[in-house]
């Protein structure tokens, strides 16, 4: 966001802000706090970036309401609601944690005047953002910039930099060798006792007339609570030094704060500071990168995990068939996929990860695969599927191609961990394991050959455990029937996919299943993987057609192969029946294409002094009651109406009160959490239904198999950053509810990091213990590489287990803190009265300075010329910049970007004068500090001129696109 436009954020926004944690309602009052401010300022940035996007393709924006769904739908991209309502999610959540974990640590919220500190935490943390993107990680840089929020908002609720009379945010607080301002001494007094309730007046005149920067100092411990004399102190309920003089506060954070008259005008700064950040990681990532790391894309990551040793040959070239099959079809539609990923394994050796943007890269490097004999029998399929797993966005559909059993099934709970966490379905494509295994060992006797038979269930049943945790198939074919089988791939690559049921079963068994299909439900499908299976499917209407009848009319398409069967059903609006009778497992999956779905996450009473709810990041505690915050996606009148915790291989049900917390969320209250695996049902109404039968409801179902522990694992480490050739050291804690003894604990990561840990940890009755993981990433490791961290902690016998999964960003020291800077070479015009058969040209060289980083990008901020650089000859740090555009487009802003993303503006502009000369006006700056001359039209008049078109707004945001102009 521009300065212009964060000033016009500042003069538009209205109604009570606050900085709090969002307690479901409890305390809240009618203020925004830290969640809405970022939520507010991550819709804007996206939709601007949309906007710009389009523009260049020379489309309309019509700007959105600031909703998830809306801007989704805005960028054109309306499949991409879930992933982008869950990236903020994801943001506002880590933003929140800070107040959790670090709520006493003054310089996470600038207080005890720690700002050099406080802005080490944003600068530093910005650049591991910068460099996950950079790397395509970026799960990894929407958690550091929540983290990285906290404390850039704080700033503006617990200093006085509003109360100074400042009319925009502090640009410097996000470069590091920038002045922030003139810091109070320590020995320097900043307040006076506050006048009864009355502290409007506190801050010292000479402090704010010779603008000091001073921030409220803060204690929560009784009787130890000390502050320097004559400081201020942040004020408030919790704060035990505001009653040490000089008495009372100055914080912001609500309305009955301390200053709390100036409550909305510090959070509108905040928000216009949030804006200013996220546009400086838009402008070094680019709009692209900058909307994936949102998570708006128009497709479903395409994901395959694939074994290749000698056997698979058949099994490549399918891979090769589908791939080209998909690109085909889906590139430059809504289902093209934002990321294509690739694992190869075989044995000895697994990866490395292939992550890339571009199909065609991607067909290329499959079609580079080829088949080797690869070492010893059995794979090492699971070391690859835990690399997929966590180089995939969340809530991806992973495939792994293999004919023969994992090696590594040691990491099979690691593997189920990262599953649950990152809720992604892994469907498993096994060919010929029963005839690959007899090939291979062709030599062995008769009575060693049944043994391998009965050896072959086992290995088969690890691949179904995953797959039945995850929600997806386990599909047994052979080598020739495996090209028809991919077509489930094809099918499951739409991102608008959604379950409305799913159950396995271990022992056959006549079962009824019930669904409700809404009217936004498509290509209702039914995946079924068994053998020899009977059901009878029964219309909302009550027709019926059997499995054996080829001549009913609710099955349209039907294909069988292997132990695979799928069933494309007439969509027909209602509760639908389908009655399974077998004697053998199963896997049952019914599926449509749907905008409306929903995101979920389990929710724990917080033990901080700050009270509210922790979002629960691994399993939930069993047995004992529990909550869960359901987020409807896809629409903004749907409301839930029932949430229910349904049992994956039976019949139990446990049934939640459920509370509309508004913006989409609901918060379901439980009496006990299950103790056997369960999924998450959800039911409600859209209100937008056009239906007539107000009873017809939407059904949704969760993929991911849940599991709730008695152990609790945890880990306090805030610190993301993994220094290359430097070992970090990574505490965790391990709680029982339950019996004590002998913990075995098991700590991987997907790098393959050098690392220590304990093997076990011994743990009392109901007790607790302590353990650390030291982990070392290879000096050569590049910045921007993400490694994940898994460390699990297994009860005596195996009955229980439970999971902590850690992400660390390795980043080199940053030196590297000056943007790139602008030469002006030459500039030639012929502009004249009729501008449209005029044309001006610019040539302008980019630097970084003899200890930059080089110059990594230069785009086009603003222009609609032609743009070409390439390096100078003499100097291959220099890069030359050339620009031609018609005199009907006079400006140009070039966004330029070095190699750990420090970003630059250099603005240029020609004008036609009365003696047809031309004249130019430039300014480059480092972004985003706002420029000082602003081109043909004064900054003052250019200024003024936008101005009047914000006052023009009634609704905030409606018209942000005008702040461009």
């Known amino acids: 966001m521009s300065w212009l436009a964060a000033l016009c ?15 479901f309602n409890l305390f809240r009052g009618d203020s925004l706090i830290h969640e809405d401010i970022t939520e507010r300022a991550l819709l804007n940035v996206t939709a601007q970036a949309c906007r710009a996007l389009a523009l260049a393709e020379g489309k309309d924006f019509t700007f959105p309401p600031l909703t998830p769904n809306a801007v989704a739908a805005a960028c054109s991209a309306s499949k991409s609601s879930k992933s982008f309502c869950k990236a903020i999610k994801l943001i506002q959540e880590k933003n929140r944690g800070v107040d959790m974990s670090n709520y006493d640590l003054p310089h996470y919220h600038f207080d005890n005047e720690t700002f050099l500190e406080g802005r080490k935490i944003i600068t530093e943390g910005l650049s591991v953002v910068k460099a996950s993107n950079k790397r395509e990680n970026f799960e990894a840089a929407r958690k550091e910039l929540g983290n990285i929020l906290h404390p850039l908002q704080d700033f503006y609720s617990h200093s006085n930099w509003v109360e100074m009379g400042n009319k925009l945010p502090n640009s410097n607080l996000i470069r590091s060798s920038a002045n922030i301002g003139n810091i109070a001494a320590k020995n320097r007094a900043t307040c006076r006792n506050c006048n009864g309730d009355d502290c409007s007046n506190n801050i010292l005149e000479d402090i704010l007339q010779e603008k000091i920067l001073t921030s409220g100092y803060f204690n929560f411990v009784p ?49 216009a500071a949030t804006s200013e950040l996220l546009e400086d990681i838009r402008g070094a990532a680019g709009d692209k990168t900058f909307l994936q790391m949102m998570g708006i894309a128009k497709g479903k990551a395409l994901c395959f995990v694939i074994d290749t040793t000698g056997s698979m040959r058949d099994d490549i070239e399918a891979v090769k068939t589908v791939t080209s099959s998909i690109i085909n079809t889906k590139v430059g539609t809504e289902d093209e996929p934002p990321v294509y990923i690739l694992v190869p394994f075989n044995d000895p050796d697994f990866g490395p990860l292939i992550r890339t943007t571009d199909p065609e890269v991607f067909k290329r490097a499959v079609n580079a695969l080829s088949a080797n004999d690869g070492g010893d029998f059995p794979e090492l399929s699971l070391s690859g599927l835990q690399l997929a797993l966590t180089g995939a966005p969340p809530n991806s559909e992973i495939f792994l191609f293999t004919d023969a059993p994992a090696k590594d099934q040691h990491l099979k709970s690691t593997v189920i961990a990262l599953i649950e966490q990152t809720k992604s379905v892994v469907n498993f494509m096994i060919t010929n394991l029963l005839g690959f295994r007899r090939r291979k060992r062709s030599d062995n006797s008769q009575g060693q050959g049944q043994q391998n038979s009965r050896m072959l269930t086992s290995d088969v049943q690890v691949y179904r455990d995953l797959a039945q945790a995850s929600g997806g198939l386990a599909i047994q074919v052979t080598k020739s029937e495996l090209p028809m089988a991919t077509s489930i791939i094809t099918e499951s690559s739409s991102s608008s996919l959604v379950t409305l049921v799913q159950a396995s079963r271990s022992s056959g068994m006549a079962e009824n299943f019930t669904f409700t299909v809404d009217e936004s439900v498509t290509n209702l499908t039914v995946y079924i993987t068994a053998r020899s299976i009977s059901f009878i499917l029964i219309s909302p209407s009550g027709v019926s057609q059997e499995n054996t009848d080829t001549t009913g009319s609710l099955i349209t398409a039907s294909q069988s192969v292997g132990n695979f069967q799928t069933l494309q059903l007439k969509t027909q609006v209602g509760l639908w029946q389908i009655k399974m009778v077998s004697t053998n497992p199963y896997i049952l999956k019914v599926v449509g294409e749907s905008p409306i779905d929903f995101l979920f996450e389990f929710l724990e009473v917080s033990q901080g002094p700050l009270g509210g709810f922790d979002v629960v990041n691994n399993r939930p505690r069993s047995g004992v009651n529990g909550s869960l915050i359901v987020t409807v996606t896809g629409s903004d009148s749907a409301t839930v109406t029932e949430v229910t915790l349904v049992a994956s291989s039976g019949s139990g049900e446990v049934n939640g009160s459920v509370e509309a917390q508004g913006g989409g969320d609901f918060l379901a209250r439980f009496d006990r959490i299950p103790q056997e695996e369960f999924v998450v049902l959800v039911k409600g109404q859209n209100s937008n239904s056009s239906s007539r039968a107000s009873s017809v409801i939407f059904q949704r179902q969760s993929s991911t198999n849940i599991r709730a522990s008695n152990v609790i694992i945890a880990s306090p480490d805030s610190n993301s950053v993994l220094v290359p050739g430097t070992t970090l050291s990574v505490s965790f804690s391990v709680t029982t509810s339950g019996v004590g003894g002998t913990f075995i604990i098991q700590a991987t990561n997907d790098q393959g990091f050098n690392s220590t840990s304990p093997s076990n940890l011994i743990l009392a009755n109901g007790g607790s213990a302590n353990g650390t993981v030291n982990l070392t990433a290879p000096s050569n490791t590049l910045s921007g590489t993400v490694v994940t961290l898994t460390v699990e902690a297994v009860a005596p016998g195996g009955t229980d287990a439970n999971y902590v999964v850690l992400r660390f960003t390795v980043l080199k020291t940053v030196t590297d803190f000056t ?63 050339s620009y031609n555009a018609s005199c009907c487009s006079p400006d140009v802003e070039l966004l330029v970007v070095d190699g750990v993303g420090n970003v630059g503006s250099c603005f240029y502009s020609v004008q036609k004068t009365l003696n047809s000369s031309q004249a130019v006006t430039t300014t480059t700056t ?34 942000l696109p005008m702040w461009n102009n």
Not at 9 to 23: E, N, R, V
Request: glycine share 12%; proline share 4%; with cysteine.
């Open 223 to 271: 009787f130890f609570s000390t502050k320097p004399n004559g400081k201020c102190s942040h004020g408030g309920g919790f704060d035990r030094t505001s009653n040490i003089e000089p008495k009372g506060g100055i914080n912001k954070d609500t309305f009955d704060a301390s200053h709390g008259k100036l409550h909305v005008t510090a959070a509108n700064m905040a928000i």
């Open 926 to 959: 480092a972004s985003p500090k706002p420029p000082t001359a602003v081109a043909v039209v004064s900054l003052s008049n250019r200024g003024a001129h936008s101005l009047l078109l914000c006052l023009g707004i009634t609704i905030l945001g409606i018209n």
């Open 819 to 881: 943007s790139p800077v602008c030469q002006l070479l030459s500039l030639q015009s012929n502009c004249s009265d009729n501008c449209i058969l005029s044309m001006w040209e610019l040539s302008v060289q980019v630097t970084d300075g003899a200890e930059g980083t080089g110059v990594n990008r230069v785009s086009l901020k603003q222009g609609n010329g032609t743009l070409n650089t390439s390096l100078a000859a003499d100097n291959k740090t220099t890069t030359l910049v």
């Open 9 to 23: 954020l500042l003069l538009l926004q209205t109604g009570a802000l606050g900085f709090g944690i969002k307690l």
